[in-house]
């Protein structure tokens, strides 16, 4: 088989442009801490995240490259009136904030790019004795 | 005393000093500073107000209250931000704000709306959480009724029933109770009396109320707040 000059220009700079792809670092995985209950309790991990009305989780994220370099991520509640998620001033700790009961999805966003999304559900108060 | 219980004594003195921050603020839940809690009623704020030990668990339904946020130096806020002090609302890029629909907003700073465990936040000028703190909103199962003249900070006396003649007039305020402990925060009390003229005048102002016998006889004044009622009766002798 005989490829003319303009097909074989077309493959060299198609297998060109995904060496140069295959030189960005990719999404590999997020590693999600232990998580710091309310007093009430609450819990976020791979299961997803729950927390009790009017309370705070907190927890450490962070998420890597296939370079294992850290990306920067963002996160954010698909219905923020159910749930606010915060960042924390100390470096890759999040809040998340029980505003009122009910279920929405929390996304995890590194490098612009959506990569998790986790279920959160915020759940009643146990009734005070 | 013997090493061990030497060692015992000093890590308890340890740990009691870790449940508060030194400066005489509730340590935040995060670390990064203390809050102080105040508010204006004389029995059920000074005893909680400016004191890391004294602040409160819980505040009465209804009450107001306002809370202040001190960052610790360390925390990652700039050093001219270290030493500020906080009323509720917003100072320097700081903003106290409660979560959540337990504790709200009011006129007066925080108002304890609906039963559980409210949160408090502080969080920085770029909206990031610095610190927040618990507290509990309960419901009174007593409005302690007593006399305004008591000294602020003191547990007064609980009036069931007062004898007045008709010269001279009484000041009475009341506090919320639960389970015999004085509840946190300025609840708003109202007063009503019955029958409404006739044996007492009465004038309500700032949770103070002020009694004033007009004729010989018997009337039921009713103190009201945090969900809880409370009767006194007045005999007013000629």
Redesign the interface.
């Known amino acids: 088989m005989k490829l003319s000059s303009r097909s074989l220009a077309g493959l060299v700079l198609a297998v060109a442009l995904s060496s140069l792809a295959g030189c960005t670092a990719q999404y590999d995985h997020t590693d999600i801490g232990q998580a ?1 209950a ?3 309790g609450g819990r976020v991990d791979r299961q997803g995240i729950t927390v ?5 989780v ?1 927890v450490h994220m962070v998420s890597y490259n296939d370079d294992n370099n850290i990306m920067p991520m963002t996160l954010r509640a698909a219905d923020p009136t159910i749930l ?1 998620v ?5 470096d890759h700790d999040f ?1 998340f ?4 009961q009910g279920t929405t999805d929390v996304e995890l966003r590194a490098d612009d790019r959506v990569v998790l999304v986790m279920q959160a559900v915020v759940g009643p ?1 146990p009734s ?1 004795p | 005393m013997n090493f061990r219980l030497l060692a015992m004594t000093t890590l308890g003195v340890l740990a009691a000093a870790g449940c508060s921050s030194t400066d005489g603020s509730k340590a935040g839940e995060l670390g990064n500073g203390g809050f102080y809690f105040a508010c204006t009623d004389a029995v059920s704020c000074t005893r909680y107000s400016d004191d890391a030990e004294k602040f409160p668990k819980a505040v009465s339904v209804g009450s107001s209250f306002q809370v202040r946020f001190t960052p610790k130096s360390s925390s990652s806020l700039s050093a001219s931000d270290s030493h500020i002090n906080l009323t509720t609302g917003t100072d320097r890029g700081i903003t106290i704000s409660p979560v959540g629909e337990f504790i709200s907003r009011g006129p007066n700073g925080l108002v304890a709306l609906k039963l559980g465990y409210g949160t408090i936040t502080a969080r920085d000028a770029s909206g990031q959480l610095i610190d927040f703190v618990n507290i509990r909103v309960a419901k009174p199962d007593a409005l302690v009724v007593y006399d305004a003249a008591v000294a602020h900070g003191d547990t007064p006396s609980r009036i069931e029933s007062l004898t007045m003649s008709l010269s001279g007039s009484r000041q009475l305020r009341a506090f919320a109770q639960e389970k015999n402990s004085v509840l946190a925060g300025s609840l708003s009390v109202e007063w009503t009396a019955e029958p409404k003229s006739g044996v007492v005048d009465i004038i309500d102002s700032d949770g103070e109320v002020t009694i004033t016998p007009r004729a010989a006889g018997t009337a039921k004044l009713t103190a009201s707040g945090g969900t809880f009622s409370q009767e006194i009766s007045v005999e007013v002798k000629p």
Do not use: H, Y
């Open positions: 710091r309310s007093v009430l009790p009305e009017g309370m705070i907190t606010d915060s960042n924390v001033v100390s809040a904030i029980g505003l009122k108060q005070v």
